[in-house]
Structures are given as C-alpha cells and as structure tokens.
C-alpha cells in the first residue's frame, strides 16, 4: 500500500520552500493543512540538507522542532490529528527526545549516524527511514547486537542526494527490486528530476 508523506521543512534555508513554514505557528499551520490535504504521515525538518546548506548542532535544531512536534502532538487529545509524525534529523541526540516526545518515525539521509540510529530505534520500536545503501551490512551496523526488527525499517533509494539525472532514473528503476526486501520511502518531491522528466 503507498501511503503521501507531507513534508515540513522548519529551516529558514529550505530549498522547496524558502523558510515559508520557518515560524513554529507556521509549521503547524502547514502539517494540519497536509493532514487535511490527505498526507498519511508528516515529516518534520530542522535543518536543511541542500547543497551548500550550513550545518547547525542539534540544539538548534531540537529547538526549532520542539514547539512544532509539541504543539502537533498536544492537538491529537483534542481534534482528528492521527497521523504519525516523523523527524528528519542526523543527530542522534535530536532523535531521542523527538522519540521521547511521541514521534513515531526517524528520518536519517545520512550513513554514518544509523548505527546509533538504529539501536535507539530498536529499543524504543521507532520506525527508521535509512538509506537503501545502508541494507548490505545491517546487521554489522548493530552496534549492542539488539535482533534487529526489520519491519521498522524504510528504505530509502536516496534520489536527488548528489546524484545525476541518469543515477536518479537508475534509482527508481530499482524500486521494484528493493521493495522485496523492505518497505520503501521515495523521497521525489520537489526535485529537479520531476521536472526534467515533465
């Protein structure tokens, strides 16, 4: 089944929407107007990984997403907000209190952090997005040989990170094949390829 994952970027940097969601008020807005719009699942950004982007820590990253993922969470006691929400963030002290705060889903685009990644989300049965790269060694990533639960797993084909036209096509066309072996996370919207291929 495909499920819609609305994107929230809460960055002044964002290169889709150009810090438009940046104000927590903003970001709020923005993931209830998605729900609305029929998005099964929302993903919170705090720091942009566009090309050139500045890296932040993870605290300044923690404090633009709290308020959002607090006040998101707060209003699942008292309207129809279920879907689940997701953090896309690198940083394992980030991760954690996202969890901790009632995230359901982690969102790493980056190999080296999924170690730690996926040990915190083991232990806590958080569902991680990770790179498709990252499923040759898996088990070897395991840092506290937790089994691993691969049904927390999504996969992503990592398009339009540093890759070509002809490398993003490759990608997709590669879908198919790694769907057999988890479920899959695309992450094509807004990307140049979309609108070279239309």
């Not at 719009?37 to 300044?60: F, N, Q, R, V, Y």
């Not at 006040?71 to 879907?83: D, E």
Request: glycine share 8%; with cysteine.
């Amino acid at each position: 089944m495909t499920k819609v994952m609305g994107i929230v970027n809460v960055t002044p940097d964002s290169f889709s929407d150009g810090g438009q969601f940046f104000r927590p008020e903003e970001a709020v807005r923005r993931a209830l107007n998605l729900i609305d719009d029929g998005a099964d699942i929302i993903d919170l950004g705090g720091e942009s990984t566009k090309p050139g982007a500045t890296p932040i820590g993870w605290e300044e990253e923690w404090a633009r997403l709290e308020p959002v993922l607090a006040t998101l969470l707060g209003k699942r006691t008292s309207s129809s907000v279920a879907a689940p929400i997701s953090v896309d963030t690198y940083h394992p002290e980030t991760a954690e209190r996202a969890i901790a705060a009632g995230a359901k889903i982690i969102n790493c685009v980056y190999a080296e952090p999924i170690p730690k990644m996926l040990e915190l989300c083991t232990a806590t049965h958080t569902e991680l997005v990770m790179p498709a790269s990252c499923l040759s060694n898996l088990q070897s990533l395991t840092t506290n040989h937790q089994p691993l639960t691969t049904n927390l797993l999504y996969l992503d084909p990592m398009i339009g990170f540093g890759t070509t036209r002809e490398e993003d096509l490759a990608l997709l066309r590669s879908i198919p094949e790694l769907a057999k072996k988890g479920r899959v996370l695309v992450g094509a919207s807004r990307k140049r390829i979309v609108k070279k291929l239309t």
